[in-house]
Every structure is written in structure tokens, then in C-alpha cells.
């Protein structure tokens, strides 16, 4: 079984233009910032609604393997959705600081980015990027 979410040749910027509330948009756009500095790679999107940098590829024992994004997030209108390895240890030791937020299993869940300490965050997506294995080989 492959992963249903793949990357497309979408428009990213199509996709903001239909994001509401504004300022999820103006959120989106900062992460896009962060995440393309740290990763060195180009927005794309993956599926209809996730925004993701790099790609790596995963391999589970039961057979399921595909591709994910390195990082990504997904502009929702209830929150952002960080997909950056949240239940990994390097990255979750960092949350304690991070400011007003939920986990769930790998995902950072973000109201809006002057919730959180900007800092922080940088660090929580550099920290993905660099453990982008570990969480593809922990299912996210």
C-alpha cells in the first residue's frame, strides 16, 4: 500500500488564494519562509492541501513504503498543522518552550504563529529537517 498523499504540480500559490481565514495565509506564507531557508527546497504541494520541502522516502516492515515530504504544514482553517516529527525526542524536547500549542502523532498543531515563540519554532523545523529520517521511519 502506497501513501495516498503525494507531491503534485499544483500551484502553491492557487492553493493560498483559496486559504481562509486571512491570516492563515499570513502565517502560511512565514512558515513557507522557514521551512524553504531551512530545507534549501522550493514549496510544493502535496495532495490538495499540504505545503511540504524535500522529499524521503520510507520503507515500513509490514510492506507499506512511499514518499513524504521532508517538512511540511497545512494551512487549516482551526490551525496549523506542522508536520515536523513532533513525537521524535529531539524534536519534542523542545516543545516545553515553544509557547501555546497540541501534538498529535508527529504533527505540531499551531492556532497561529504569534502563539509560539518564533525561535523555538525556527529550531523545532531545523531539528525536523536534520531528523527527517527518523521520523519517515517512524511513520511521521
Not at 501555546?100 to 492556532?111: A, I
Request: aromatic share 6%.
Amino acid at each position: 500500500m502506497a501513501n495516498k498523499t503525494v507531491e503534485t504540480n499544483d500551484s502553491v500559490e492557487a492553493f493560498l488564494a483559496r486559504v481562509e481565514p486571512p491570516q492563515r495565509v499570513a502565517d502560511a506564507r512565514l512558515l513557507i519562509d522557514l521551512m524553504q531557508r531551512v530545507s534549501g527546497a522550493p514549496p510544493k504541494l502535496w495532495g490538495p492541501s499540504i505545503i511540504g520541502f524535500g522529499s524521503v522516502h520510507y520503507r515500513y516492515a509490514s510492506g507499506r513504503e512511499g514518499d513524504m515530504p521532508g517538512i511540511a504544514f497545512s494551512p487549516r482553517k482551526a490551525e496549523l498543522v506542522l508536520y515536523v516529527g513532533a513525537s521524535t525526542p529531539n524534536v519534542a524536547a523542545l516543545l516545553g518552550t515553544l509557547g501555546k500549542h497540541k501534538t498529535g502523532k508527529g504533527c505540531l498543531y499551531v492556532k497561529k504563529l504569534a502563539d509560539v515563540d518564533a525561535d523555538v519554532l525556527a529550531r523545532v523545523v531545523e531539528t525536523a529537517w536534520a531528523n527527517r529520517d527518523l521520523a519517515a521511519a517512524s511513520g511521521g
